[in-house]
Every structure is written in structure tokens, then in C-alpha cells.
């Protein structure tokens, strides 16, 4: 069993199968996490929105209100991390899964030992954002700008050319691990453990996805749909010359 982490995590588990949900909170309670656990959409909904968890676990088909409507009302407003559990497994479930803003996803039927570790993973860099929030590095300012991007590392917002992005916390890390190394190639094995916190799998298409959400925000604010290139067989960059 992984240790629980330092300080109890608040999860909030909408899941309206009554055997795995019990199932699944008392696991997560044992660990020494507040689990809560709403069996309706709807429900989860208005509890997510009140604020105050550390992780949604979101199952996607859900009764009163299906899970992806959730993701897409609770991304209007807040950026808390989401993993979605769902039997919907094959590639395109899990792509409009992670294009609407989930940060992970996890295939039923899952083990306990797999969710723990995604679990522990998510609330391992919720805790290094929120040091980050309180403690800036050295040198760091609150806003970053470059060229038409401006970054505020307060409350992970970022703008291009003064419109919003709207960017879930993924997304912000994303944008500004390649805005420091702008110019330069980011591997996906790099990003991966950077931004993700897990290893890269040739499978696995879940930072694509994310690069692909960026890239689609960044061009509805304005920006040149050469800005965040993939080169092929490397990785990703951010083109210094056209922010």
C-alpha cells in the first residue's frame, strides 16, 4: 500500500456504481484522504463547485447529468484536477475525455494499487504548485510576459495579447515549461515526467491531447498556428518568433 500523503487530501468521487464507490472510498479513506462521494451527476456537480477539494475522481456515465457535461461546466470556472473512470475505454472515450479538460484517465476495470499510484501522482504536484504559489522561486516574479503571452504564476492565468486562455492547471504547466525553454525542443519523455509526473508510454497520447487543447486556445486568442509546433520524432516547441 503507498503512504498516504503528509497532509489529508479532500477527494471528491462521483460514481454511481454503489459497490465500487464504496469500494473505492474506503480504499482512498484508508490512505488517510476526506473522501467524499456523490452517486448523481447533478450532486457532484454542486459539490465540486463549492470548492475545496484536491482531486475529482469522475466517473463518465453518470445519471442526472453525464460526466463530460460535468468536466465542461466545472472547466468554466475552476481548474481543480480531474481523473476520469470510466468503462468507455477505446481511444476516442479517452481523447474526449482529456480534450475536455480531464488530467488523467483510467480505464474500468482498474486495480486499487494503479488508482493509488495516479492518485498519489496528481496530489504529489498539487502540493509542489501550491509551495510554488507561496513561495516563488528565487528571481521569479508573480507575471511573467513573453511577447504577446503574459503568464501570472499566482493564480496559474494565462493571457495572449490581453484575451484570456482559460487554461486548466495541465495546460498552464505546459505552456510554461515551453515558454521558459522557448526556442528549444522539449522531448515528450521530458514532458512527461515535467509536467504529467509519470514516464512516457508510446502508447499513451495523453500529452498530446494536452498539446493539442493548447494550441487550439492559443489560436482562438490570435496566435499563429506555428507558435507551439510539434517536430516530429522530438518532441514540442514554442517558436521564440512569433509570440
Given amino acids: 500500500m503507498n503512504a498516504p500523503a503528509l497532509m489529508p487530501a479532500r477527494l471528491l468521487l462521483i460514481e454511481d456504481d454503489p459497490l465500487l464507490g464504496e ?24 459539490a465540486a463547485r463549492g470548492g475545496g477539494f484536491d482531486l475529482v475522481l469522475l466517473d463518465i456515465l453518470l445519471p442526472g447529468l453525464d460526466g463530460l457535461s460535468l468536466l465542461a461546466a466545472l472547466r468554466e470556472q475552476d481548474g481543480v484536477p480531474v481523473m476520469l473512470l470510466s468503462a468507455l475505454g477505446d481511444e476516442q472515450d479517452r481523447i474526449a475525455g482529456l480534450s475536455s479538460g480531464a488530467d488523467d484517465y483510467l480505464p474500468k476495470p482498474f486495480s486499487l494499487a494503479e488508482l493509488s499510484v495516479r492518485v498519489d501522482a496528481i496530489l504529489r504536484r498539487v502540493r509542489l504548485e ?12 508573480a507575471s511573467t510576459r513573453y511577447g504577446g503571452l503574459a503568464l501570472n504564476h499566482d493564480n496559474e492565468t494565462a493571457e495572449y495579447d490581453g484575451c ?33 509526473h509519470r514516464s512516457f508510454g508510446r502508447h499513451d497520447r495523453a500529452l498530446d491531447l494536452h498539446v493539442s487543447h493548447l ?26 518568433e512569433l509570440l
Avoid: N
Fill in 164 to 196: 484570456p486562455l482559460a487554461l486548466t492547471e495541465t495546460e498552464f504547466r505546459l505552456l510554461d515549461a515551453l515558454c521558459q525553454h522557448r526556442g528549444q525542443v522539449l522531448s515528450k519523455p521530458y514532458l512527461y515526467q515535467a509536467i504529467l
Fill in 130 to 141: 501550491r509551495r510554488r504559489w507561496h513561495v516563488p522561486p528565487e528571481g521569479q516574479q
Fill in 215 to 240: 494550441r487550439r486556445k492559443l489560436r482562438a486568442a490570435g496566435g499563429s498556428a506555428q507558435l507551439l509546433r510539434t517536430v516530429w520524432g522530438q518532441g514540442y516547441m514554442l517558436a521564440s
Fill in 23 to 46: 469500494r473505492v472510498q474506503h480504499h482512498l479513506a484508508g490512505q488517510g484522504h476526506l473522501v467524499t462521494l456523490c452517486r448523481r451527476g447533478d450532486e457532484g456537480l454542486d
